[in-house]
């Protein structure tokens, strides 16, 4: 019966329109989606002459996903990148974004109306139909990787090693989680109920050795913190909240590679582990979520060696 039933599930994973995409994630140098249990795999975006992709985001609705895409490679001048919203059948590219600022992670409004990114080391918002910006902030360090709360009120976003927190205008900016030379801070993201932002957090010793990469969950409330407790070899390379009962996780470190990115679904309360991606030589990382069960993703390209569901020990 457990045999039966193992190959029942192989055959799910092999039928491409029983299920909906919700997740989507970075997987060498493209843009994939796939299910929740890591099954049907598909190419969204490729590359194109050789130049990435990066952080692509669901919009709020489910029907696009923001992403960075690098700009022509000019000779003798630093690649940038623009950001670019496509349709989440694959249809409708466009560059929302001008000009040849260098531009970083974006994130959605709630009312799917503007994202908030990052250009020249400060965070603005646009309008994606007016092209109108917004500057939120003027700092001499890096900001960076910034978060907007699905209650539309926060900005969370890292401002060198420390994840800060401003009102969506702008307001009220502040350190949230102040970071220092023992431990830095990144890529802050929003539990759903806007209560709570989860970062990824690298800590040094004294010597300055690196002695972990750790998620941390943060109430913003209560100022309480929560270390995931993942594998002791796992470094981590991003994290999101997949609903409020699970993480989806990028990390390293599985079976003792420290060189493979891979996705994993984290729950909450038990700690299960389950490995949603698995691609032989490319590493699969920048996962995000959406909360919408009407998805249909209009396959490119079918991946191989994605959906193995293994439950990893913590």
Not at 245 to 261: E, Q, V
Request: hydrophobic share 35%; charged share 25%; aromatic share 10%.
């Amino acid at each position: 019966m457990v045999l039966q039933r193992s190959i029942f599930c192989c055959l799910l994973c092999l039928l491409p329109t029983l299920a909906h995409a919700k997740i989507v994630f970075k997987s060498g140098s493209d843009i994939y989606v796939m299910d929740d249990d890591g099954c049907n795999a598909k190419m969204l975006v490729k590359k194109v002459d050789g130049r990435y992709l990066m952080w692509p985001v669901w919009s709020p609705d489910g029907k696009q996903i923001a992403f960075l895409r690098q700009r022509p490679i000019v000779p003798k001048q630093t690649p940038t990148d623009a950001i670019f919203i496509i349709n989440s059948d694959g249809t409708g590219e466009f560059r929302v974004t001008e000009g040849d600022d260098d531009e970083h992670i974006a994130s959605w409004s709630p009312d799917g109306k503007h994202l908030v990114f990052v250009s020249q080391y400060d965070a603005w918002t646009i309008d994606i139909a007016t092209k109108a910006l917004r500057r939120l902030t003027h700092t001499v360090s890096l900001t960076a990787q910034v978060a907007w709360s699905p209650d539309g009120k926060y900005i969370a976003y890292r401002e060198g090693l420390t994840i800060n927190l401003m009102r969506a205008n702008g307001d009220n900016q502040r350190a949230l989680v102040p970071g220092d030379r023992f431990h830095w801070r990144y890529s802050p993201r929003w539990s759903p109920n806007s209560q709570a932002v989860v970062y990824y957090e690298v800590t040094f010793n004294q010597q300055r050795d690196l002695v972990s990469k750790k998620a941390v969950i943060h109430n913003i409330k209560t100022g309480k913190r929560r270390i995931v407790q993942t594998p002791d070899n796992w470094s981590i390379h991003s994290a999101c909240f997949m609903g409020s009962k699970y993480l989806l996780i990028s990390a390293k470190g599985r079976h003792g590679n420290p060189d493979k990115l891979e996705i994993y679904r984290y729950h909450l309360v038990t700690g299960k582990i389950v490995n949603l991606t698995n691609t032989p030589a490319v590493d699969d990382s920048q996962p995000d979520w959406v909360d919408d069960d009407v998805l249909s993703v209009s396959p490119k390209d079918k991946k191989s060696n994605v959906g193995n569901t293994k439950a990893v020990k913590p």
